[in-house]
DNA sequence: GAGTTTGAAACT
DNA sequence: CAGTTTCAAACTC
């Protein structure tokens, strides 16, 4: 109510903003109103009521999912994916192969990533609706036309100056994002001149708007204005520059915005790439920030914030770098391809990183070692191609940051978590780069100490590969793994000693990715080093079976903490089954178990006491399907029989539905149909008896609501109830397709 | 930390 | 497909 109450306002004066002369007209005298010549003019008047409507619509419609869209991509990533992969999957070797991500991919990987943003952006949904409860209203006006930048559409809305209320503030609204861009200039350097440089500070002194979300929205609307210019008109060199001075403040806003000093990165997911731009340029534009770092000039910003943000800007640097590597070819705006083509040009980006770092005189030692492989070759990790898919890697990257809570997966549409675990395994490459050139440069070696000792964890919990990360803090995470994650598909840290890695014992080899140094295996070949044989061995392994490197656990949305909170896991099963014999399934020696799913029918397991599902169960369930099934089966030869007997013989007069089949349920043993088949015709026969039965129940389940489970009532072939196992939706989506079936077939049977 | 148990993977 | 062996994770002490 307090939020249609809100709109309302902002109807209202939107209308009267957006409508000066409508106002002004307005309080003109009450009789001039009603005359002719007023309601013409009024007619005539290209602001038309409805529009205000619509652009009020598009302030509560979109402020919030714009505005996450548009100014929080970086930042929700960085919240989304606070851990770092551990190493890489060996299926980003595949990036070179594989169009799909590249290519095909962006655009898919654009709208998840917004939808991902659009779901998972709490925080930053927080942020400006404060804005929107404490500011008044102008304030909140413009926090609102902000919040619209988001979209493109809000975009063009934002620059029609009839609407802004801004211009008639302070500059013709279409020169905002000029004024942005000339205030990017100025930017390069320092935070506080911007806003004391460019009108936006002016508009913050009259609207008292805190201008750092300004500039955070202004930004992304200057990115999705350039975005927009140079799609359709194909903008020169310059103005790329100045989107990408716009993509570095709108980071860099986006950082301002980050109150909280985890040691998350801000990875640049908002800087375009695909323009004509030549590298030496960028080469240039990049040394020269850095440069300008270098001496310092950003005073706000010091000690581990600095480096941090200079991280930040270097790998901002490389990413434009490794942007540019595709920008020949692709002149499309693509707004997140870093995230995608960062993980090809990881070696160029290291390379250039390095470069770049050594012509400052910094030492980049950590962060190359940081990324290395266990073997130390200096080549990047990647994926492995192949359908075999890096899917029990992606399960693993979507469950394995579980020390930073994060939004719960539930709450996404099953293809967007899928494909979105897909965008996060890619960006956990990026992510754990700069992770761990994050926490390479805050975790001191008493720090680690203090990290062995329990205080601080996060070494553990990200991988950090040090050599002081060995021993104890190994041990503690390989405990805590079980602990923190529940499934052992999180942190992988395998301990093999004669499979050398190369077999699906080795739960990094079956996860999809390579070992890393925190691993204890012996005699490894699951390394970068040894891509050959490690792809050689998995193309040996899938033509054994081509579902090896699936996911063991074939689960829905839910992760498997969720599972384990609330263990009525529905869709979720072991692939294969388990075959356990003593564990009784309630250890994790149990993969279903350990996967948080219920054992099945499948599974060949002795003394099952699996809690998420026992065995028996599941067979009960499937004896009760399998009963109806047969039942109605059965009574619908009877149908068939009775037909033929009623075209045979004389219509018999009609007798009424017993009563019982209302009541009673569905009898799995029809009685009546037995004690007097020919004695009835064929509406009140066993089947319509089952259509009534299910047609009280429709509603709930137009509903969407499952039946509870006493509600059901299902009867054995003995007439003795038996309990549904909690299985319940199915079983009630299979029996409305058995009610479809009769219904269709009744039907038939009836003509 | 060493040893044991366990069940999946691999092999025959 | 079934039985056996190998293997590494899970577990116990």
New binding site residues.
């Given amino acids: 109510m307090v939020v249609v109450e809100r709109d309302r306002q902002r109807y209202r004066v939107l209308d009267n903003m957006n409508t000066p002369e409508k106002t002004q007209i307005g309080s003109a005298p009450h009789n001039f109103q009603e005359s002719p010549v007023f309601n013409y003019i009024n007619s005539l008047s290209p602001i038309q009521p409805v529009k205000s409507t619509h652009i009020s619509q598009t302030i509560t419609a979109l402020s919030f999912a714009s505005i996450q869209s548009a100014c929080t991509s970086s930042y929700v990533i960085s919240r989304k994916q606070p851990k770092p992969l551990q190493r890489r999957c060996f299926y980003e070797v595949s990036k070179r192969e594989s169009s799909i991500v590249r290519n095909e991919g962006n655009r898919s990987f654009e709208v998840l990533d917004d939808i991902e943003v659009s779901q998972e952006c709490p925080a930053q949904e927080a942020i400006f609706d404060t804005s929107f409860e404490n500011s008044e209203f102008v304030i909140e006006l413009a926090g609102t036309l902000k919040c619209d930048c988001g979209s493109p559409i809000s975009d063009f809305t934002f620059h029609d100056s009839k609407m802004n209320p801004m211009s008639e503030m302070n500059s013709p609204s279409a020169s905002l994002v000029q004024s942005v861009n000339i205030s990017l200039e100025s930017f390069g350097t320092e935070v506080d001149d911007l806003a004391g440089s460019c009108q936006l500070d002016e508009m913050e002194e009259e609207t008292g708007c805190c201008w750092e979300n300004l500039i955070c929205d202004e930004s992304n609307l200057l990115l999705f204005d350039s975005f927009t210019d140079i799609e359709a008109h194909n903008v020169e060199d310059q103005n790329v520059v100045d989107y990408r001075e716009t993509c570095s403040l709108t980071s860099l806003s986006s950082e301002l915005l980050t109150d909280d000093d985890s040691p998350t990165p801000k990875p640049i997911d908002l800087v375009d790439c695909g323009q004509h731009e030549g590298k030496e340029h960028l080469i240039q534009r990049a040394e020269v920030q850095e440069q300008k770092e270098t001496d310092g000039s950003i005073s706000n910003s010091q000690g581990d914030q600095n480096a941090s943000e200079k991280m930040d800007d270097r790998l901002r640097n490389s990413s434009l770098l490794a942007c540019e590597a595709d920008s020949h070819q692709q002149h499309n705006m693509r707004r997140r391809c870093l995230l995608f083509e960062m993980a090809e040009s990881d070696k160029e980006n290291f390379d250039n990183r390095s470069a770049v770092s050594q012509a400052n005189g910094k030492s980049n030692t950590n962060d190359m070692k940081s990324v290395k492989p266990k073997f130390g070759n200096g080549s990047t990790p990647c994926m492995l191609p192949g359908i075999g898919l890096h899917l029990n890697a992606l399960g693993a990257s979507a469950k394995d940051c579980k020390i930073v809570k994060r939004e719960p997966l539930a709450s996404r549409s099953q293809s967007a978590t899928t494909l979105g675990s897909i965008t996060s395994c890619l960006d956990h490459s990026r992510e754990e780069i700069l992770l761990r050139e994050d926490l390479d440069k805050k975790i001191t070696k008493s720090e680690m100490c203090d990290a062995k000792n329990g205080v601080l964890d996060a070494p553990a919990a990200f991988g950090i590969s040090e050599e002081f990360n060995q021993?104890n803090l190994k041990?503690k995470k390989k405990s805590n793994?079980?602990e923190q994650d529940g499934d052992?598909e999180g942190c992988k840290n395998?301990?093999?000693?004669?499979?050398k890695?190369l077999?699906?014992?080795?739960?990094c080899f079956?996860a999809g990715i390579y070992c890393i140094e925190s691993c204890s295996c012996l005699e490894c070949y699951n390394i970068p080093a040894h891509e050959d044989t490690v792809l050689a061995t998995r193309k040996q392994?899938l033509s054994?079976?081509p579902l090896?490197f699936a996911p063991?656990v074939i689960r829905n949305s839910k992760s498997v903490t969720e599972i384990w909170e609330e263990p009525s896991e529905i869709s979720a099963r072991h692939k294969?089954g388990?075959?356990?014999?003593?564990?009784?399934c309630i250890?994790?020696?149990?993969?279903c178990y350990?996967g948080g799913v219920g054992c099945t029918i499948g599974c060949k397991c002795q003394g099952c006491q699996n809690t998420f599902g026992r065995k028996d169960e599941a067979e009960a369930e499937e004896k009760t399907e399998t009963c109806i099934k047969e039942k109605v089966d059965e009574s619908l030869s009877k149908n068939k029989e009775l037909k033929d007997e009623e075209q045979a013989s004389v219509q018999l007069p009609c007798l009424p539905p017993l009563p019982s089949a209302i009541h009673s349920g569905i009898p799995c043993v029809p009685s009546n149909v037995a004690q007097s088949p020919t004695s009835r015709t064929l509406e009140s026969d066993f089947v319509p008896d089952i259509m009534l039965h299910f047609q009280d129940e429709r509603p709930e389940v137009l509903k969407g609501n499952c039946l509870p489970m006493a509600g059901v009532k299902t009867a054995s072939p003995n007439s003795k109830r038996v309990r549904v196992p909690q299985n319940e939706f199915v079983f009630q989506k299979s029996r409305k397709l058995v009610l479809k079936s009769i219904s269709s077939q009744s039907r038939n049977n009836a003509q």
């Avoid at 077999?503 to 739960?507: F, G, R, T």
């Fill in positions: 021993g041990k793994r079980v052992s395998c301990n093999c000693k004669k499979s890695c077999k699906l014992y080795c739960e079956a392994i054994r079976n090896a063991k294969k388990c075959n356990c014999k003593k564990s009784g250890k994790r020696y149990c993969e350990q």
